[in-house]
């Protein structure tokens, strides 16, 4: 397993990890996800350690709480071994401080959280998504707290747009309190959003990516080909309207040239899309997901190997999309590439 830096902290990250939103499966989302319990979520884990997969990342919303206490009996005995990664602020009931990042929020969130995942500590805690009805200085000094007192290790976020990161990062710096050294995002070839102003970020801030959805959301799993119907048994069937959006005809185009690798690498198309990701600027660990031992596996087998650099161009190309404003107009003339290079 090669091991990377998150960010530009000193904590040392699988460059694959695993991600336990199977863990439980309540609800209509999660349920469609997985439905692992105790039993088989302690074999998963058994096999990514074996591998040198320690990094184990879940939310309290993931099935209510319910994938962070698997993930935590899972753990028992083994603490020491494992990096355990959760995030907090989106809404968990209906009350007034339910969501969100207020210093109620995020001191009550961390008990429940250490106490489902059954630790003492978090090593890396993130915040789900942008409050804007907390001041930032709350929310940093309250992180500031929960470090301090040992509960949280380190700090990060998921799903922040370019500004509200860091605008963050700014405030951690004037004041002095722990930065974001971790930033969860979607990030896949059906999905390069990321690279225009997030990815630059992390470069010029020292932010690391840990990858949510590297497989499209599912659609990049070899399954789904053009002029055919989703397979019987598909998650998208019931999740699609909850994932990041993709162009149809993009993707097939992607699925075709991923086709078309995997004759030549003796890979299979999940395995090539993850080796990508692994290649890209910022990114610290991916993170993979599976709901038995056999999707466990195939996926682990995206590492060891690299693809080619004509192979690598070939998905580049055929996953290329648009800049968009303020970005394209730069990216097409050549004078300005000194001025605001691309990040890849």
């Not at 028992?76 to 907090?88: C, E, H, M, V, W």
């Not at 002029?227 to 959006?245: I, K, M, N, V, Y």
């Not at 070939?314 to 050549?334: C, H, K, M």
Request: some cysteine; charged content about 20%.
């Amino acid at each position: 397993m090669d091991y990377r830096r998150l960010g530009s902290s000193g904590l040392k990250v699988p460059a694959l990890s695993f991600g336990a939103g199977t863990f439980g499966g309540k609800g209509p989302l999660f349920s469609a996800w997985g439905a692992t319990d105790e039993v088989e979520a302690r074999r998963l884990i058994d096999i990514c350690l074996e591998a040198g997969v320690n990094l184990f990342d879940t939310a309290d919303v993931y099935s209510d709480g319910a994938s962070e206490e698997i993930l935590g009996a899972a753990v028992k005995g083994r603490r020491d071994k494992a990096i355990l990664s959760t995030k907090i602020s989106l809404p968990i009931g209906d009350g007034p401080n339910d969501a969100g990042s207020s210093r109620a929020r995020l001191v009550n969130g961390v008990e429940d959280a250490l106490r489902r995942l059954g630790t003492d500590y978090v090593d890396l805690m993130q915040l789900h998504a942008f409050d804007a009805g907390t001041p930032i200085e709350e929310v940093l000094s309250t992180l500031d707290m929960l470090v301090r007192s040992g509960k949280l290790r380190y700090v990060g976020v998921s799903n922040f747009a370019g500004w509200q990161l860091m605008k963050s990062l700014a405030a951690a710096d004037r004041y002095g309190y722990p930065r974001y050294v971790a930033n969860q995002v979607y990030y896949s070839l059906a999905g390069r959003d990321y690279e225009w102003e997030l990815m630059p970020l992390g470069l010029d801030q020292g932010v690391g990516a840990l990858v949510w959805s590297p497989l499209g959301w599912g659609r990049l799993t070899g399954k789904i080909r053009r002029g055919q119907p989703w397979p019987e048994g598909s998650r998208l069937h019931d999740t699609a309207d909850f994932g990041p959006p993709v162009d149809d005809k993009k993707l097939y185009d992607i699925v075709e040239v991923l086709d078309a690798l995997a004759e030549e690498t003796g890979k299979t198309v999940p395995q090539i899309a993850i080796n990508w990701l692994l290649r890209r600027p910022t990114v610290s660990s991916v993170i993979i997901g599976a709901r038995n031992e056999e999707q466990l596996r195939q996926n682990l087998g995206a590492i060891g190997w690299a693809l080619s650099t004509e192979q690598v161009s070939r998905l580049d190309a055929v996953s290329a999309t648009t800049a968009p404003y303020p970005y394209f107009p730069y990216y097409r003339q050549t004078g300005f590439a000194h001025i605001n290079p691309p990040p890849v």
